[in-house]
């Protein structure tokens, strides 16, 4: 049977971990041409990369380039085309995290969270965009969060970033509509990846809580099924938005967050 796929390219940012690389995962095995980004151990990459390679069938490229910096996300986008003339699945998923109260919050953390969190989607869906028109069909997905919808204390630079990121969403969305391109985001609620795990030791020193009260008492207090969602339950979001059954979702924010947002 022929994969779903095969002959597309997908961009994910932030796919050297976590979420990101379930979703290069879940397209590679769909057979679509991969770039992946982000940091980590060359040789760990280099491994996951042939990784992705042997699931598609496909060729899968690493682009390693700090997307806090505009002219490093246009020479991610210029590799792109060069190795694939084009991306037509554009994931924006690269993201961080700083916990701290507001008045102590370090300007240089907030800088970085908004330019990766919220800029650097603006600058990767601007440069995919043209494209995606091209070809007169285009998936952009965001991974928001819950915190796009909600807010938590400790985390004004993240919760102003992800609202950004809905707002953004929803506005090319209606850009884009009549291209066949669809444009919405995913909003997990806690997965359990790096990023949640950082971010248990600022957390335990802004609330004087130890590790397990953390977990239990602030990660999963919001998260009414009390699990930790999967980074593969994220991904196959993904693949339905990727989907020609989802042609007529757009501007959406689907949520995946344990009941979270129904509160
Ligand atoms: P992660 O830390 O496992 O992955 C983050 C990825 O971003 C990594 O590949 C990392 O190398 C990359 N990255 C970091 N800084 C970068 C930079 N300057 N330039 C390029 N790449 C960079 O985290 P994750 O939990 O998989 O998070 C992925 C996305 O999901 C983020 O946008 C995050 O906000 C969002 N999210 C996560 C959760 C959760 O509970 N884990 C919940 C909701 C939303």
Redesign the pocket.
Known sequence: MSKAFAGKTALI?????????AYAKALAGEGANIVI????DKDAIEQERLGLEALSGAKALYSG????KPEQIEAMMAEAATAFGGVDILIN?????HVAPVEDFPVDKWN?IIA??LT?AFHATRLAVPYMKGRKWGRIIQ?????SLTASPFKSA?VTA?HGLAGFTKTVALEVATFGITANCI??????????E?QIPDTMKARGLTREQVMNDVLLAGQPTKQ??T?EQVAAMAMFLCSDAAANITGANMSIDGGWTAQ
């Open positions: 940012t932030g796919s050297t971990s976590g979420i990101g690389l980004n982000g940091f980590g380039h700090d997307l806090t998923n690269a993201g961080m995290q970085l990766l969190n650097s991974t928001a969060s819950a915190h993240y992800k909003s997990p609620g806690y997965v359990w990846t790096p990023l949640v950082n930790f969602v980074v």
